[in-house]
T-cell receptor
Framework: EDQVTQSPEALRLQEGESSSLNCSYT??????LFWYRQDPGKGPEFLFT???AGEEKEKERLKATLTKKESFLHITAPKPEDSATYLC?????????????FGKGTKLTVNP | DTEVTQTPKHLVMGMTNKKSLKCEQH?????MYWYKQKAKKPPELMFV???????INESVPSRFSPECPNSSLLNLHLHALQPEDSALYLC?????????????FGPGTRLTVL
């Protein structure tokens, strides 16, 4: 069964303090790795899709990278408005169904 | 435009009520999804429609009844719910069901069952 593990569960940063979130996965044939940002009480907001090892994508202060076993979401000089839960998911199989297999998320808090 | 809309934003219902959640997308996507999300947990898949036909039912209790009237609309009919069904209900859509397609989520409906 496909699995996604995110670490750390929670991360507290000072404004401007760069860091990385990790997403490790086991999937039989990666068809896509997805990063979402979710604010409390709202739906996940799409950030990036990565398809192959070595691929990188950037958006403002965020950069996502992909290897054969894991993905990193690098946050450069974060601001308080970057505080959210970041979800990683892969297109995989779980319980016999093809679906998005999610990690449990990393809750990021950026203090001013 | 990658917008999925959901109504209502909030819903409070008693255990004997019948209500419906609505979802709409105008991206030409042919796959639509219902998810349930409890606090501090990732979204949990409930139903998948592909080309307006039910493709996946993740063993969801019959008190939840999905409907896809056309390629842009998705409904979730609720009847005789239990307090443990209180959650954030999310709709999503993607171009097709293929694994590599990005799913775009709506803002969700916060459901409270009294």
């Amino acid at each position: 069964e496909d699995q996604v593990t995110q670490s750390p569960e929670a991360l507290r940063l000072q404004e401007g303090e760069s860091s990385s979130l990790n997403c490790s996965y086991t999937v039989s044939g990666l068809r896509g790795l997805f990063w979402y940002r979710q604010d409390p009480g709202k739906g996940p907001e799409f950030l990036f899709t990565l398809y192959s090892a070595g691929e990188e994508k950037e958006k403002e202060r965020l950069k996502a990278t992909l290897t054969k076993k894991e993905s990193f979401l690098h946050i450069t000089a974060p601001k308080p408005e970057d505080s959210a839960t970041y979800l990683c998911a892969v297109g995989g199989t779980q319980g016999g169904s093809e679906k998005l297999v999610f990690g449990k998320g990393t809750k990021l808090t950026v203090n001013p | 435009d990658t917008e999925v809309t959901q109504t209502p934003k909030h819903l409070v219902m008693g255990m004997t009520n019948k209500k419906s959640l609505k979802c709409e997308q105008h991206m030409g996507h042919r796959a639509m999804y219902w998810y349930k999300q409890k606090a501090k947990k990732p979204p949990e898949l409930m139903f998948v429609y592909s080309y307006e036909k039910l493709s996946i039912n993740e063993s969801v209790p019959s008190r939840f009844s999905p409907e896809c009237p056309n390629s842009s609309l998705l409904n979730l009919h609720l009847h005789a719910l239990q307090p443990e069904d209180s959650a954030l209900y999310l709709c999503a859509s993607s171009q097709t069901l293929a694994r590599g397609n990005t799913q775009y989520f709506g803002p969700g409906t916060r459901l409270t069952v009294l």
